[in-house]
C-alpha cells in the first residue's frame, strides 16, 4: 500500500530564512507521481509541481525548489527566503501512474498529513 | 468561472438528516473524486469515479454514497451525518491520460 509521511507537524520560522519541509513516501511500483500542494489559510488547494518517478532531476522555480531522491524515497521542498505570504499547510502526495500493474488504482492521490508552516515578519 | 465546482461551500446540519454535496466541473474529465480533510491527518479518498458507469469506493467509504449523474456531475451524500463526519470535503478531477487533480475549493461541512 502506499504511504506518505511529512515528519514534520508544524514549522515556524522568521521571514527570510529558508525552511526545507520534509516527506518519504513508500509504495510497490516502479511508476508513480509525487505531488506538493499548498492550502493557504482561505482553504483551496493550489498545486505546486508534479514529479513522475523516472525524473529525478532537481527542480526550481522561483524561491521554491524540490529534491527528488528514489535511494531514499524522498521528495523534499524548499522555500528560500521565506515571506509571510508562504504561510500554510502543505501537503506531499503519491499517486501510481496511469497503465501501472495492479488493477483500478489509477490516479487516486495518497496524501501526508501535512506541514503546517508559520513564517513571522 | 472556476473549473471546478463545489455547492454549497458551508453547511450546518443536525445529526441524522441526510445531506448532498454537489461537484460540476467543466473541465471534460472522466475522473472525478471526493476527498475529505481532517485536522492534522491530511485527506483520505471516500469515493472515486474513472466514468459514469464506474464507481470505486476509497479508503473511507463508510456512511458516505455517491451519484454520478453525468461526466461533469458527481455527488456524495451522507445519509444519516454524525458529528465525526465534521470536516471540509473536496472534490477533485482528473484526465484518463494525465493523473494530475484538479481540486474544488472545499465544502465546509459542520454535523451538530
Known amino acids: 500500500a502506499q504511504k506518505v509521511t511529512q515528519a514534520q507537524t508544524e514549522i515556524s520560522v522568521v521571514e527570510k530564512e529558508d525552511v526545507t519541509l520534509d516527506c518519504v513516501y513508500e509504495?510497490?511500483?516502479?511508476?508513480?507521481?509525487l505531488f506538493w500542494y499548498k492550502q493557504p489559510p482561505s482553504g483551496e488547494l493550489v498545486f505546486l509541481i508534479r514529479?513522475?518517478?523516472?525524473?529525478?532531476q532537481n527542480e526550481i522555480s522561483g524561491r521554491y525548489s524540490w529534491n527528488f531522491q528514489k535511494s531514499t524515497s524522498s521528495f523534499n521542498f524548499t522555500i528560500t527566503a521565506s515571506q509571510v505570504v508562504d504561510s500554510a499547510v502543505y501537503f506531499c502526495a503519491l499517486s501510481e501512474a496511469w497503465g501501472s500493474a495492479g488493477g483500478t488504482s489509477y490516479g487516486k492521490l495518497t496524501f501526508g498529513q501535512g506541514t503546517i508552516l508559520t513564517v513571522h515578519p | 468561472d472556476a473549473d471546478v465546482t463545489q455547492t454549497p461551500r458551508n453547511r450546518i446540519t443536525k445529526t441524522g438528516k441526510r445531506i448532498m454535496l454537489e461537484c460540476s466541473q467543466t473541465?471534460?474529465?472522466?475522473?472525478m473524486y471526493w476527498y475529505r480533510q481532517d485536522p492534522g491527518l491530511g485527506l483520505q479518498l471516500i469515493y472515486y469515479s474513472f466514468d459514469v458507469k464506474d464507481i470505486n469506493k476509497g479508503e473511507i467509504s463508510d456512511g458516505y454514497s455517491v451519484s454520478r449523474q453525468a461526466q461533469a456531475k458527481f455527488s456524495l451524500s451522507l445519509e444519516s451525518a454524525i458529528p465525526n463526519q465534521t470536516a471540509l470535503y473536496f472534490c477533485?478531477?482528473?484526465?484518463?491520460?494525465?493523473?494530475?487533480?484538479?481540486f474544488g475549493p472545499g465544502t465546509r461541512l459542520t454535523v451538530l
Open positions: 477533485a478531477t482528473s484526465d484518463r491520460r494525465d493523473n494530475e487533480q484538479f
Open positions: 514529479r513522475n518517478s523516472f525524473d529525478e
Open positions: 509504495t510497490r511500483d516502479t511508476t508513480y507521481y
Open positions: 473541465k471534460g474529465h472522466d475522473r
